[in-house]
């Protein structure tokens, strides 16, 4: 029974060096610790693999989701700042980005920004570092609004430039 306190000891010092090395190196890097970076990197990862599954679907069924009429379009005739967005992605993930770009030009732009920003967090989470959203500005809203409004309009008008290749 005499080497019981000795083996608590070590144990003890063994839990206070590993305690101040975890600490030390969080003091040193936010969020650096392994449990903090697997959490950092569960929401971008978890949202990256559903987004990945969607995309096969999309992929696999050429944008045809078993949507058989937009609802906008059924009530006004006019194609919706969406109508082409699933195309579009089956589109790209065949690499033909021109066909993508003319199924829906601004969803690809949001995309690409959206894609960018994910990788952003995903780097950021790997680095151990605290990952902010982007946020948007009111008038950031306000331009993304209006031009996907200019772009539903311009795409329902066949006779303007580009008009044609605009519509899905």
Not at 29 to 58: E, K
Not at 96 to 106: E, I, M, Q, R
Not at 113 to 132: C, F
């Amino acid at each position: 029974m005499r080497g019981a306190p000795l083996v608590q000891q070590g144990r003890q010092l063994a839990a206070a060096t590993v305690d101040r090395a975890v600490t030390s190196r969080a003091l040193r890097r936010p969020g650096s610790t392994p449990v903090a970076r697997g959490r950092a990197l569960a929401a971008p990862l978890g949202t990256g693999a559903v987004v990945a599954l969607a995309t096969a679907a999309v992929h696999v069924t050429g944008g045809e989701l078993g949507f058989s009429v937009c609802p906008f379009h059924a009530t006004t005739g006019w194609w919706c700042p969406l109508c082409g967005g699933s195309r579009a992605v089956a589109a790209m993930t065949h690499g033909d980005v021109g066909s993508a770009l003319s199924y829906n030009l601004p969803a690809m732009v949001l995309l690409a920004a959206v894609t960018l920003s994910w990788l952003t967090q995903v780097y950021a989470a790997l680095r151990g570092r605290a990952a902010h959203l982007p946020r948007l500005s009111r008038r950031s809203g306000v331009i993304m609004g209006v031009v996907f409004l200019v772009f539903t309009i311009w795409r329902n008008l066949p006779h303007l430039p580009l008009g044609a290749w605009l519509a899905p």
